[in-house]
């Protein structure tokens, strides 16, 4: 891995030049691919070689693997933001929350070995691309109105419930064999986010 000369901020900004432009999206498109076929870990190399340019261009384009995921999701990532953001005029704050957790379970399954790379990103705090930031923020803003609400209890921060999230997702990828297993899950950690009810 070569040094981190910028952050993924910085490199998920498409290239003016249209011979760099060309590079970056088939750099993408290579990296989907690899990804999807065989997981986050996928050789940097072997997705060079899938765009069919040399190692030091995608390292040009993308200094860290984080920063070509964060590229690549960013999309994806600006969704989950304003599914977050429409959420915040949902009827029920804590329907809300689960609605917006479940999607970003799903969204942390995208590719294998995602989940873990997600949690790093989401607890980034310089390295964030701006898709990135608004999804996070939205997210906040989710809990804190379900907490506002009283439904959800108010010792959780949004680091700590995207961290869940991302697990659920880590745990459900280990038993592919099981596909309700993440729903499952995810409803036993919103269970114990409930707030408890004031003793009468």
């Known amino acids: 891995m070569s040094p981190q000369t ?6 998920a900004h498409r290239p003016s030049r249209a011979d760099a432009r060309r590079n970056f999206e088939r750099l993408l498109a290579a990296a989907e691919s690899a990804f999807i076929e065989r997981g986050t870990d996928a050789s940097l190399e072997e997705i060079a070689r899938r765009a069919e340019v040399g190692i030091g261009t995608l390292y040009r384009h993308f200094p860290t693997r984080d920063a070509l995921l964060a590229a690549l999701l960013q999309d ?8 977050a953001t429409e959420l915040l005029d949902a009827p029920s704050p804590a329907e809300a929350l689960a609605t917006w957790l479940r999607a970003l ?6 590719y294998r070995g995602l989940a873990g790379p997600m949690l790093q990103l989401l607890s980034a705090d310089e390295d964030l691309t701006s898709a990135c930031h608004d999804m996070r923020d939205a997210g906040q803003r989710v809990l804190a109105r379900a907490q506002a609400a009283g439904v959800i209890r108010a010792d959780v921060s949004a680091p700590d419930v995207m961290a869940l999230a991302n697990s659920v997702a880590w745990a ?19 269970e114990g986010l409930r707030a408890t009810p004031p003793a009468t």
């Open 6 to 11: 910028s952050s993924p901020r910085s490199a």
């Open 76 to 83: 994806r990532l600006r969704v989950l933001g304003q599914r």
């Open 105 to 110: 379970v799903q969204h942390s399954a995208t």
């Open 172 to 190: 459900a990828e280990q038993s592919p064999v099981d596909p309700a297993r993440a729903e499952r899950l995810l409803a036993i950690m919103l």
